[in-house]
């Protein structure tokens, strides 16, 4: 079992920056790959980005490559996520997710994870 939660949301400007930080509980962290979502009022929860067990390997989404980025302390049990560059679109419930699954190809859908956190607001004004 893992426990997750995030944090560093919040409200900002078009152009700005936000850091979430996502802090999970157990020794085992450093087993799983994580991976940032978000859903949007009335939409979908869509992926955002995802890195590996080890952090050597990172995966975007197009909507958000070249503004965000994607890291993680095995030490400190966290992943983050780097938002650069804001954008009203971007505003959504992110949320962090962690799964066991060596595949890459099964971070980019919710149904990849087993393990998520509640979610943190972030809010893009114009």
């Known amino acids: 079992q893992v426990q997750m939660v995030e944090s560093g949301g919040g409200l900002v400007q078009a152009g700005g920056s936000l850091r979430l930080s996502c802090t999970a509980s157990g020794r085992t962290f450093s087993t799983y790959a994580m991976g940032w979502f978000r859903q949007a009022p009335g939409k979908e929860r869509e992926f955002v980005a995802a890195i590996s067990w080890s952090g050597g390997n990172t995966y975007y989404a197009d909507s958000v490559k070249g503004r965000f980025t994607i890291s993680r302390d095995n030490a400190k049990n966290t992943v983050f996520l780097q938002m650069n560059s804001l954008k009203p679109w971007d505003t959504a419930v992110y949320y962090c997710?962690?799964?066991?699954?060596?595949?890459?190809?099964?971070?980019?859908?919710?149904?990849?994870?087993?393990?998520w956190g509640q979610g943190t607001r972030v809010t893009v004004s114009s």
């Open positions: 997710a962690a799964t066991t699954s060596p595949y890459s190809h099964t971070y980019y859908s919710t149904g990849g994870y087993t393990y």
